[in-house]
């Protein structure tokens, strides 16, 4: 048995809790509860025929207020950068996010989601910021929660990253 | 000159060259390389600097490398040590104030806590069976009673153990006691647990040194040991011992010394951690409490019912059996008793044997003791008893000696002393030997108490004067005795009544002469007509009193002489002993 931990970053309501509701309880509720500290789940994934137990470190959103528990992202092998396709000013906190995660966990396997991708047409978000991000060297996969678009393809691509680290 | 001398100049300076070359190509060295080797020899400073930089790397090439070992570097590092302090201890003091004081600290405050956690176990043990024995195990097993507590006071059971990787929070490896897991999902809770610490370390600002260790959930408490690359934590119903730290400690040094580098380089694998198994299985403790069972009111209500009923029954078997036993020694000691057998039968005690039906009544006997006729039956045949009692009570039976003889038995002999009639003497000479055991009737005591006893004449004649000292006066022609004559008269009868208080055999009956006495004076005839009826009257008189009419006799005397000792018209008595038909 392989046992991974992955936190999940973003900045607040970017959808980190419904996307980890929807890939481990196949659920999603409009209602939303802010993460208060860190809430963790696991599921467990075949990948290549491993077993695969993830440990899905749900992160309280960061925001002005509340910075991230450094401590928490330690130890990590995966990371989500979870970015709201309707909120720019995500992607800026999803880049802070990302260079804490290289100075933390410089081994940690990073990959940008950028959430709620069922209101495309609400996205203020560019393609010009997903290149750049890309360009970057992330992998980016647009999903949707609501609409479970993508997300059991994140996990299991994340999985399988982690793996041929 | 001066061509020569620039020659020489040029020369030199390519012979220098040359010389250069000639050295490099002899030795492998260059001018600039000897100057640095020169300064070494003639500068220690230089080279002792250069060293310096060396000497590091070439120490851990050399461990590396097995050319030296730790081992060999300790003597080295002591001495230094030992030197250093033996100069100037301040200096080391300082040094390892840092790290001294927190673990101090923390040793005391462990201590301090053990011997609270103690003192409340110890005082919530309170004053019991269970103490009792503490202190008897105490006085024999050569432990100080404190030793024998501290090891007794802790009651705790070690449920789940789990070696939770540091940095990831992913758990290694997880044994629990065998009985269902407290944490259904070990993986999910060691990654909180992981967070927890993180957070309380953080959002406190905790020393290094006074890490989380103890998270308390409901009846759980959950004891976290950290060490650089894993967490040891365990949950732990009730209060453990503060030794149990020490155990985790141990515990978690023990894991990074063997899986340090697994520990050191985890990439999610966490099968290698099985190998932790013996060292987590050893954090696996618990102590038995003995658990306060309510206490049974009913078994121990119908226990001491029944051990009372038991007691009251067992104090009446004692107290029967002694009664009866009393019983049995008093039957078996009663003249004309024989207990051949005696026997428990349905809740009666069964006497056997044999009894004479002169002996004593053997249910009066038992009332004696205060055994009831309930309590015993006596089966006893008739039999007649030759002792010594028993002859003598069947003598006293057949022969009814009168109250003045008392009989007596020893060795076949049957005496008799006191006063008996002939009547009954000869009664009793002649039945007595129809009396078992009897062989002789010994009657001497009788024999001489009839001797003894005065003959009727000396009776007759003992009571004579004062009878016959009795006078009654009469008034001219009177018959009738006055008021005082009859006061007079009754004292008269007890008198004669005494005198008839004797056993006179038929021949020799005592009579009383009643003597009227007259005179001659007027008509004599007539006189002595009337005198003798003034006898009768009297005698009448007497036979009402009581005294029987033989025995009286009338007689007239006449008065001759005034000097006579009786006055005329007087009645006087004179005792005869003599047969009534001589008289």
Redesign the interface.
């Known amino acids: ?5 992955i936190v999940m970053l973003g900045s607040f309501a970017v959808g980190k809790t419904s996307l980890i509701q929807r890939f481990v309880n196949s659920m999603f509720s409009e209602k939303y509860q802010t993460t208060i ?2 809430k ?3 599921k467990t994934v075949i990948i290549d025929n491993t077993d ?2 993830l ?1 899905l ?1 749900d992160i309280h959103g960061e925001d002005d207020y509340q910075k991230v ?1 450094p ?2 992202i ?4 995966g990371c989500f950068i979870v970015i709201d396709g309707t909120r720019s000013a995500t992607i800026t906190i999803g880049n802070e996010l990302i260079e804490t995660v290289k100075k933390i966990a410089p081994n940690s396997v990073v990959v940008v989601l950028i959430n709620k991708s069922d209101i495309k047409e609400e996205w203020d978000i560019t393609n010009e910021d997903i290149d750049d991000l890309r360009n970057k060297g992330y992998e980016v996969i647009e999903t949707s929660a609501k609409a479970n678009e993508a997300v059991e393809f994140a996990f299991n691509r994340i999985s399988q990253l ?1 793996l041929n680290k | 000159m001066s061509q020569s001398g620039k020659n020489s100049g040029i020369f030199s300076s390519m012979s220098e060259v040359k010389l250069n070359e000639l050295r490099k190509m002899i030795l492998g060295l260059d001018t600039e390389d000897l100057r640095r080797l020169a300064l070494f020899v003639n500068d220690p400073e230089a080279f002792a600097e250069e060293i310096s930089e060396l000497l590091p790397v070439s120490i851990k090439l050399m461990l590396d490398k097995d050319k030296i070992s730790y081992t060999a570097l300790i003597p080295i590092v002591e001495s230094a040590l030992k030197d250093s302090i033996k100069r100037d201890p301040k200096t080391i003091a300082d040094i390892l104030f840092p790290i001294m004081m927190p673990a101090i600290r923390k040793a005391v405050s462990e201590d301090l806590k053990k011997m609270i956690d103690s003192l409340n176990s110890t005082l919530e043990n309170g004053f019991s069976p269970k103490r009792l024995g503490w202190r008897f195990k105490a006085m024999f097993s050569g432990m100080s009673y404190a030793e024998i507590v501290l090891s007794n006071a802790y009651i705790f059971r070690v449920r789940q153990v789990f070696l939770i ?7 290694l490896n997880e044994i629990s006691d065998g009985e269902d897991s407290v944490a259904k ?1 070990a ?2 809770v060691s ?2 647990l992981s ?1 927890i610490k ?2 309380v ?2 959002s406190f600002k905790v020393e290094q040194n006074n890490e989380l260790d103890t998270i308390k959930v409901g009846q759980f408490n959950i004891w976290i040991e950290q060490g650089p690359g894993a967490i040891l934590a365990t949950i732990v119903e009730g209060n453990a011992p503060s030794g149990f730290r020490t155990i985790l400690k141990e515990t978690v040094e023990r894991i990074h010394l063997k899986q340090s580098y697994e520990l050191g380089h985890f ?5 290698i951690f099985k190998k932790s198994d013996p060292y987590l299985q050893s954090c696996i403790l618990s102590e038995q409490k003995e658990k306060k069972q309510k206490k049974p009111v009913i078994i121990i209500l119908l226990f001491v019912a029944i051990f009372g009923f038991a007691s009251y029954w067992a104090y009446l078997s004692i107290e029967r059996s002694l009664r009866i036993d009393k019983l049995d020694t008093a039957l078996r000691g009663e003249p004309g008793i024989i207990i051949t057998d005696d026997d428990n039968a349905n809740s009666k005690t069964v006497f056997e044997g044999l009894r004479d039906p002169l002996a004593a009544d053997p249910t009066y006997i038992s009332k004696l003791y205060n055994v009831d006729t309930s309590e015993v039956e006596f089966v006893l045949k008739p039999f007649i008893s030759l002792e010594d009692e028993l002859i003598l009570k069947r003598a006293n039976y057949l022969l009814q000696p009168p109250n003045s003889v008392i009989l007596s038995y020893e060795d076949g002999v049957l005496f008799a002393i006191g006063e008996s009639t002939a009547e009954w003497l000869n009664k009793a000479l002649r039945e007595y030997s129809y009396i078992y055991g009897v062989n002789k009737f010994n009657i001497d005591g009788i024999a001489k108490s009839g001797n003894d006893k005065p003959s009727v004449k000396t009776h007759v004649e003992s009571k004579r004067p004062s009878i016959e000292n009795f006078y009654f006066i009469f008034k001219y022609n009177t018959i009738e005795l006055s008021e005082t004559q009859k006061i007079k008269f009754n004292s008269f009868i007890d008198e004669v009544e005494n005198v008839y208080n004797f056993d006179f055999s038929q021949d020799s009956v005592p009579v009383i002469i009643v003597l009227a006495h007259t005179s001659y004076e007027g008509n004599a005839i007539a006189n002595k007509k009337f005198a003798f009826e003034r006898a009768h009257q009297f005698i009448n008189l007497m036979i009402e009193a009581g005294i029987p009419l033989e025995v009286l006799v009338p007689k007239t005397d006449y008065i001759e002489d005034i000097d006579d000792a009786y006055p005329v018209r007087s009645i006087s008595f004179k005792v005869a002993y003599s047969k009534p038909e001589e008289l």
């Open positions: 048995m392989i046992k991974k931990k500290g860190v963790i789940d696991q695969v137990n440990l470190w528990n401590t928490y330690m130890g990590s092998s982690m | 990787h540091k940095q990831s929070g992913i758990l999902d993986d999910m990654s909180m967070a993180d957070f370390q953080d990439k999610g694998d966490v099968e």
